[in-house]
């Protein structure tokens, strides 16, 4: 099939394609005259990719999730699910305290506000309740 035929298919562009090809993401893809023929087993890795890139998984990735004869290499693929679930986690976990961080600022500059407080200046301490 045709590289529209793929993209059409799996959702990803004509260019990203080639670029996963080109990457050595995609096993060597036959020409028939001038035109790539892809096959169904190709279309399955351009659907893999996507699905990986969107988990947050880089295209060195994945291209390090081959084996020598371009076959995935399931240890390695559970191996970096884990450690994307890892990063998460850690993300997961600083974005808390961001959240907490955010909800202390408003809470104060709401109970700043709520004593009138209309002369505040950008600058460390600057902002003080009425007397």
Do not use: F
């Given at each position: 099939?045709r590289?529209?035929?793929?993209?059409?298919?799996?959702?990803?562009?004509?260019?990203?394609?080639?670029?996963?090809?080109?990457?050595?993401?995609?096993?060597?893809?036959?020409?028939?005259?001038?035109?790539?023929?892809?096959?169904?087993?190709?279309?399955?890795?351009?659907?893999?990719?996507?699905?990986?890139?969107?988990?947050?998984?880089?295209?060195?990735?994945?291209?390090?999730l081959?084996?020598?004869?371009?076959?995935?290499?399931?240890?390695?693929?559970?191996?970096?699910?884990?450690?994307?679930?890892?990063?998460?986690?850690?993300?997961?976990?600083?974005?808390?305290?961001?959240?907490?961080?955010?909800?202390?600022?408003?809470?104060?500059?709401?109970?700043?506000?709520?004593?009138?407080?209309?002369?505040?200046?950008?600058?460390?301490?600057?902002?003080k309740?009425?007397?």
């Open positions: 099939m590289i529209s035929e793929v993209s059409r298919l799996t959702g990803a562009s004509a260019k990203a394609i080639r670029l996963y090809e080109a990457r050595g993401l995609l096993p060597p893809v036959p020409r028939i005259n001038r035109y790539r023929d892809y096959s169904a087993q190709d279309v399955a890795w351009v659907q893999l990719i996507r699905q990986a890139l969107g988990l947050g998984i880089s295209l060195g990735s994945i291209a390090r081959q084996d020598g004869r371009g076959q995935l290499d399931w240890p390695a693929v559970l191996a970096l699910l884990e450690a994307q679930r890892a990063r998460i986690t850690g993300e997961r976990a600083r974005l808390a305290q961001v959240d907490i961080d955010l909800q202390q600022i408003s809470h104060e500059l709401r109970q700043w506000l709520d004593m009138d407080g209309t002369a505040c200046e950008l600058d460390t301490g600057a902002c309740a009425p007397a």
